[in-house]
């Protein structure tokens, strides 16, 4: 931004693209007259925004009818920001509905974590379950099959799990207590 003296108003009028005029003279400093002399000096259809932020106005109000002339006054800023707010209110119940949607995600998400802990344990414990079985079983078939054997081990290790983990995370979402305990028993979790 350039601050320019009155006198000099005419010579930088065609250059500007934003004038922000603000002075205490009585009456206006920036006419119509003068914007439609510096009109054909500019570049064809190239805009210029006038913003008069003084009280009484520096900017004939007639400016603002000249093609390319943009005036914003304090009423008319004021009316703009009103309607922003406007706008930007209306939106509120919208923010709050996605704040609230988000904050119910976080807290399903919180609340399956805590059945994490049991879904592991009951993984490793029949993943366990499974390599002792593997282990133990070997004998009866030959090397060739011992890589297929693995593939169905956890194949059916899987299939048996899919259940049993959906369960847990479902009733870890409720609000009452839910059959975790009995997953940890039913499956021998908390004994050797």
Known sequence: ?????????E???PRADLVFCSTGAPQPVITSE???NCAGKRTAGRPLYLIDIAVPRNIEKEAAKLDNVY???LDGLKRLV????????A?????????????NSFAAWHARREA????????????????????????????ESWEQMEKFSRSLISKVLHSPI????????EPEPCGRCTVREVFGLDGN
């Open 116 to 143: 994490t802990p049991t879904i592991k344990h009951l993984q490793e414990h029949l993943e366990s379950i499974r390599q002792r079985e593997v282990r133990r079983n070997r004998k009866y078939f030959t090397e």
């Open 11 to 13: 010579e930088y009028l």
């Open 166 to 173: 959906m369960r847990l995370k479902q009733c870890s979402e």
């Open 1 to 9: 931004a350039r601050a320019i003296p009155l006198c000099d108003l």
């Open 82 to 89: 009103d309607k922003t707010l406007a706008m930007r209110t």
């Open 91 to 103: 939106e509120i119940p919208k923010v709050e509905a996605i704040i609230a949607d988000e904050c």
């Open 34 to 36: 003068q914007l439609k």
């Open 71 to 73: 005036l914003y006054d």
